[in-house]
């Protein structure tokens, strides 16, 4: 096809591609995101071909690339994606670690203009254009953007309450959407969320990583910044410090200080309204009589 639309988290994402350039082709995992057009909140014009960057254009950020093995962070390349920029424009230069061919890829986008333009060298005949590494970082440019926040954490709704559950690999997002799973609660997601104002309040939206994902939401109503522990333990959280903990679970590219600033800016707006606590827990059921007891 060469033009469809994808709706995650809200955001409405249209990706369009002209007559020789390559045919688009979502992932599995982009099939239920698909959409009836709306109107967009960005809009990728997809190319086939090498794009070479202006020349002068500064790199002011590079991510190498990192697998984990056995919990463990093995660098596997010293360059995996970098961030240029050139005046006001702005560049993602990467490659397509898990692409059976050869590809690489330059985003050119903006923090002001919703449209944006993406050319992939080593394309062929078809592509998708939300291939990782793309799908996270057109997501996180678009929570910037829009003054959400994009963080690693799983999220449930157990009885219309949303509780979120945030901390680093290893920290148990995975083992606590397991547990409220088993107890009949609604499992938004294990891994990354996007967190969004509603005007009345907050909400929180899952992000396609795995081929089975639904498009989910649930209302926000408790941040917890988890840990193991012997036993189960809530401390309350507020000012600096739960804005502080939460941040560092952010996903977030801090090489221009407007960046730090913004994201700042909405973590200490939501918690405000949004109680947070860190929760010490035992990988067992007892966890959750032991948030709804403290409710």
Known sequence: MKSYSLNIAGYII??????????????????????????????????????????????????????????????????????????????????????????RGVLKYSLSSPEWDLWIDGAGTGTDPMEYPLDGLILYYLTLIKGDILIHASGINHSGRGYLFSGISGKGKSTMAKLWDNAGAKVIHDDRLIIR???????????????????????????????????????PLSGAAAVSLIMANCIQHNWDPEIVARLLGSVSIMCKSIPAARLLFRPDMSVIDHILENE
């Open 14 to 103: 249209r990706f369009e591609s002209s007559d020789g350039d390559p045919d688009l082709v979502p992932s599995e995992r982009f099939l239920r995101n698909i959409c009836n057009d709306g109107y967009p909140d960005v809009v990728v014009s997809v190319h086939k071909g090498k794009y070479l960057l202006p020349h002068g254009a500064k790199m002011v950020f590079n991510a190498p690339y990192v697998e984990e093995i056995n919990g463990v962070a093995e660098k596997k390349r010293d360059r995996f994606w970098s961030i240029h920029k050139h005046h006001n424009d702005l560049f993602i230069k990467t490659i397509f670690p898990l692409s059976s061919f050869r590809k």
């Open 197 to 235: 104002s509603n005007g009345n309040g907050y909400k929180m939206y899952n992000t396609p990583v795995y081929n089975n994902d639904e498009p989910s939401e649930s209302l926000l109503n408790k941040i917890f910044l988890i840990g193991h522990g012997k036993t189960n333990e809530i401390i």
